[in-house]
């Protein structure tokens, strides 16, 4: 399986600064079509996870601009721009590049 | 407006079974890869099980956690996707998202239905 993991596991953020969450695969996770499938997704408290990044750098329908993603093969990078107090959860990293999806362990973003 | 419905959780033994059941709309259900994730209380995500859609073969896969005791299926006439959970154990005690995929990412999600294993 591929292992992903996250750094750092908690992140205490002050608002309107900037935030920077990195996620390392175990190999490399550009599949034979050439794609890397390397997805965002935010667990706001009690709530279920939602996707807010796709192959690396393709923000989903209605997440705001301040989220972007970036890096390539195995290091791979979610930045926020100005941490607003509705960011406050936890983020992963998946891969769905090869079977089984994997996540990595998430991290806390908080405000300080 | 796309809703992803789970139902079904609850408490059960050991060795038990459970079927949850997922109901979506606002999408099209029938070209859509639906997948489980699940989380136990306090940890993190973990993929379950997929299903394609019939025109990409319908085929499904399993976590190796729980091969051979789920069994996941799609009723694409009730736009609803299954989870049958058999011989179910502690550590299958977790929240069950049911998903959908595009691209290789879980684009929609429910809000999850509660499973308990305990004697």
């Known amino acids: 399986d591929i292992v992903m993991t996250q750094t750092p596991l908690s992140s205490p953020v002050t608002l309107g600064q900037p935030a920077s969450i990195s996620c390392r695969s175990s190999?490399?996770?550009?599949?034979?079509?050439?794609?890397?499938?390397l997805s965002w997704l935010q667990q706001r408290p009690g709530q279920p996870p939602r996707l807010l990044i796709y192959k690396i750098s393709n923000r989903f329908s209605g997440v705001p601009d301040r989220f972007s993603g970036s890096g390539a093969g195995t290091d791979f990078t979610l930045k926020i721009s100005r941490v607003e107090a509705e960011d406050v959860g936890v983020y992963y990293c998946?891969?769905?590049?090869?079977?089984?999806?994997?996540f990595g362990q998430g991290t806390k973003l908080e405000i300080k | 407006e796309v809703q992803v419905v789970e139902s079904g959780g609850g408490l059960v033994k050991p060795g038990g079974s459970l079927r949850l059941s997922c109901a979506a709309s606002?999408?099209?259900?029938?070209?859509?890869?639906m997948s489980w994730v699940r989380q136990a209380p306090g940890k993190g995500l973990e993929w379950v099980a997929r299903i394609k859609s019939k025109n990409s073969g319908g085929t499904t896969d399993y976590a190796t956690p729980v091969k051979g005791r789920f069994t996941i299926s799609r009723d694409d006439s009730k736009n609803t996707v299954y989870l049958q959970m058999n011989s179910l154990k502690s550590e299958d005690t977790a929240v069950y998202f049911c998903?959908?995929?595009?691209?290789?990412?879980?684009?929609?999600w429910g809000q999850g239905t509660p499973v308990t294993v305990s004697s």
């Open positions: 606002g999408f099209i259900f029938i070209n859509t890869w």
């Open positions: 998903t959908a995929e595009n691209f290789y990412s879980l684009y929609y």
């Open positions: 190999q490399s996770l550009v599949q034979s079509d050439g794609n890397t499938y």
């Open positions: 998946m891969q769905g590049t090869q079977l089984p999806y994997t």
